[in-house]
């Protein structure tokens, strides 16, 4: 589940990146063209998938993950 989880956040940072360089990932490789506010919040939401399986992976519970997003 982590190295998944590992993936999705390499993704997210890549459509991230990718965006600035004008790279549309998901029109580019899975032929899905997302649109408004789903193109812009796209690798947040991956990245966000991506953290929690690492997290669910890494066995902390819920009250861990959200002590760990504040710390930021």
């Not at 589940?1 to 490789?29: A, R």
């Not at 998938?49 to 002590?67: K, P, Q, R, T």
């Amino acid at each position: 589940m982590k190295i998944l989880g590992y993936i999705l956040i390499v993704v997210g940072i890549v459509d991230f990146g990718g965006s600035y360089v004008g790279f549309d990932f998901w029109l580019e490789v899975f032929g899905i063209n997302l649109t408004g506010i789903l193109y812009s919040i796209s690798p947040i939401i991956v990245g966000g998938i991506g953290y929690a399986l690492v997290a669910a992976g890494s066995g902390m519970n819920a009250e861990d993950v959200v002590e760990d997003l504040s710390d930021e």
